[in-house]
T-cell receptor, first 113, second 112 residues
Framework: DTEVTQTPKHLVMGMTNKKSLKCEQH?????MYWYKQKAKKPPELMFV???????INESVPSRFSPECPNSSLLNLHLHALQPEDSALYLC????????????FGPGTRLLVL | SQQGEEDPQALSIQEGENATMNCSYK?????LQWYRQNSGRGLVHLIL?????REKHSGRLRVTLDTSKKSSSLLITASRAADTASYFC????????????FGQGTILTVHP
């Protein structure tokens, strides 16, 4: 299995909702990432997990809360989001955080109303 | 965070022609990578060139790296309509393990 899966593919939520994005990989990778991508812009790193521990937080607002329950799963919990948080959220993994190639999932397209 | 620049921002060519995209970056790098993104989907890794390499080939792809000018180029030869996508360079900086900094991207359209 050489793919990263993300659910849901699309999500519409209100500013008072709580929702979660899920990411899964079964490649034995020990580093996982969340990126945010606005339309016509490059991906921007949000968080890096290395061996299930948070190693990089790019000063992301606390309304985004990452969680890595085990080496195969990565969640992004969303609460009290703003309309400007609407974007494509991409998950990626790599063999380890020092590794070079990152493998990306198809993304979750989020719309905040 | 600093992001590199890519040019052109958009490139439109006919099938069979070659496409060249350029990328500049600002910090020191361990390696530079190129990714492709089809409309609104995930990124696919294409090729990686290390800081001590100058040129690398993979199928129809050729990547060059000039660390003195902090620039890289991606050449796609004999392009196909299926190559239509956005192309991003990404540099892996010296000490920020796991952190890729992406360029602004080039939108390539290949007309059949």
């Amino acid at each position: 299995d050489t793919e990263v899966t993300q659910t849901p593919k699309h999500l519409v939520m209100g500013m008072t909702n709580k929702k979660s994005l899920k990411c899964e990989q079964h490649m034995g990778h020990r580093a996982m990432y969340w990126y945010k991508q606005k339309a016509k812009k490059p991906p921007e790193l949000m968080f890096v997990y290395s061996y299930e521990k948070l190693s990089i937080n790019e000063s992301v607002p606390s309304r985004f809360s990452p969680e890595c329950p085990n080496s195969s799963l990565l969640n992004l919990h969303l609460h009290a989001l703003q309309p400007e948080d609407s974007a494509l959220y991409l998950c990626a993994s790599s063999t380890r955080a020092h590794a070079e190639t990152q493998y990306f999932g198809p993304g979750t397209r989020l719309l905040v109303l | 965070s600093q992001q590199g620049e890519e040019d052109p921002q958009a490139l439109s060519i006919q099938e069979g022609e070659n496409a060249t995209m350029n990328c500049s970056y600002k910090t020191s790098i361990n390696n530079l990578q190129w990714y492709r993104q089809n409309s609104g989907r995930g990124l696919v890794h294409l090729i990686l060139i290390r800081s001590n390499e100058r040129e690398k080939h993979s199928g129809r792809l050729r990547v060059t790296l000039d660390t003195s000018k902090k620039s890289s180029s991606l050449l796609i030869t004999a392009s196909r309509a299926a190559d239509t996508a956005s192309y991003f360079c990404a540099n892996a900086g010296g000490t920020s393990y796991g952190k890729l900094t992406f360029g602004q991207g080039t939108i390539l359209t290949v007309h059949p």
